[in-house]
């Protein structure tokens, strides 16, 4: 109960097989990180951000909360996205949902969880936001995996919106904001359609957002 054998083991046969794919692997890494993209995801244990799009340590920045959410007084989020923008200077910042999640649906649910609650409060905001829209889907199932494209939407459009982003863009600094949607059944990820650059694709985002996802 108190030994995390299992864990050390594989951290030993993880770098063991990385040392012997690349030598100079960590010896590396250890000296610098040029991660080209941010990625703020869910924090459920079924999608790891690296691991499914291929890519090694070090080339990738990330965040993850639960839902995937975006909100303007998280400082843990907001330090996230200054130092992949300002220092790291990554090109593109990827907002990554999933079909499937238990915060949208418990938001969806309103269900009662605890603490968690005042969170997921922002993904209900989300929801009625779009109600008249959801409200037309009579397929519970699909109603949920729309609510999980529309939070990915609307957090994808709330970075574009913070001081850091907006900040840099008017510094001229140059990348791109996406927004993914991941599919637990086949491990394949979904563009939805929104790559924000500057601000006026911002404004034409807020106008198109409820289409983006139908």
Known sequence: MKKLDKLIDGNKGWAEGLRQEHPEFFSSLSRQ???EYLWIGCSDSRMPATQLVGLKPGEM?????????VVHTDLNCLSVMQYAIDVLRVKHVIVCG???????????NNSKLGLIDNWLRHVQDVAEKYEASLSQITDKYKRFDKLCELNVIEQT???????????????GLEFAVHGLIYSLEDGL?????????????????RKTAPALSS
């Not at 920045?61 to 959410?69: K, L």
């Not at 999933?98 to 969806?108: E, N, S």
């Not at 359609?193 to 911002?202: P, R, Y």
Request: proline share 2%; hydrophobic share 45%; with cysteine.
């Open 157 to 171: 459009i709330n970075v574009c919106q913070t001081t850091v982003v907006q900040s840099a863009w008017a510094r």
């Open 61 to 69: 920045f990330v965040h993850r909360n639960v839902a995937n959410v």
């Open 189 to 205: 990820l979904r563009d939805l359609g929104l790559c924000i650059t500057n601000e006026e694709e911002l404004l034409a985002a």
């Open 33 to 35: 990180q040029n991660p």
């Open 98 to 108: 999933h079909y499937g999640c238990g915060g949208v649906k418990a938001a969806m």
